[in-house]
């Protein structure tokens, strides 16, 4: 009884202080806009557990963010990023996306209120549940499952009280709740359309996932070309062991689906080398055998799907995707290819990747891409351009700059 008793005189200490500070931001004066009922209520779920005074969001355990190449949020959040990051700076706001028991996962914005969302750690790795970090627009909408608004002093931690943010849940397609994406601002910045706002972009994500889910439905492709770093090729989920020449047609044939005529293609493997026609049509024959016969005849080409790892990158590069073309990006094209063809590509494919990382703003796309360009000094002095003073990841890209140097 005696822990139960000293709750409740929190919660009463607790109310009649945020109580004053409500109404001073126009909650519950005569006349206005009552305490709500959801937030009174979290208040009430959140005193016992979550102190008002804290500074920050605790960190997940393992970091949080981890799992974020791996959530099922990540593709059509990051097919949204160009979007996302577009609103989030010309409106001031900061744009996160949660998992689905409230740890941020992603945040995008400009540097300036990304710099203020992370001295409470809203960032990547933080937890914002109801239990973690009491009333806020996150826990509420994840545990009402509809959007939600908490403005200043609604918040239980005192140190948001500068804050106002808007949430909409993500739902997958069966449902279930999978995180929730949030803008959040300074007070001072809220505006009536940023729920809207937030709740179009929400819908616009469950859209994809749902034609995610459509997709993997379909039959797989017949085949799966890596060609960027260490070669690979798989086909109906067996591995497919190709000569380097006929892993070369293939990339070839893969980055250029109009196809190519024979003396085109020809002088893409070899050059002005003097080989043979015959040479040259029994490395192309080996690969139609060993595609089951799905390159055509007068004009090279493919007949079958191919899923190929550069042609992924350029795509994402279209459409502004630059953390998919990181991702996807695992090193040069066939390094080891001296086919005019493939150099060129390679060429290409190194200047589109690396200027997109020079011109993001967001650090982890320098340092991942970093890990394929050792030397290249600009990427690395980028990269720690980017991070903060406290980041420890600053060490990272000192190290690489420092043996980039040597």
Sequence with gaps: MGALKRR????????????????????????GPPVRAEVTESWARSLPTVDPGRESAPPAAGGGSAGWRRSPL????????????????DAGFVAAVTDEAGTILWTCGGRVMRRRAERVNFAPGGRWDEGAMGTNALSLALRNGHPSTVFSAEHLVAALHGWVCYCAPIHGPDGRVLGVLDLSTTWDRSHPLALPTVRTLASAIEARLRDDAAQDALPTPGVEL????????TRAGSSLRLPPRQLEILTLLALEPGGFAPERLRASLYGDRPVTASTFKAEVSHLRHAL??????RTYALTTPVVCDAVEVLAALGRGDTETAVDRYRGPLLPLSEAPGVVAWREHLEVVVREAVLASTHPEHALRYGEHAPYDTQVHTHALGLLGPGDVRRGIAVSRLASADR
């Design 74 to 89: 990540y593709r059509p959040v990051t097919d949204l990023a160009g979007e996302l990051l577009s609103i989030a700076e």
């Design 8 to 31: 409740r005189t929190l919660l009463e200490h607790e109310w009649a202080r945020v109580v004053p500070q409500l109404r001073s931001a126009g909650r519950g004066t005569p006349g």
């Design 226 to 233: 890596r060609c960027l770093g260490p070669a690979r090729v």
């Design 292 to 297: 089951d016969g799905a390159v055509s005849t």
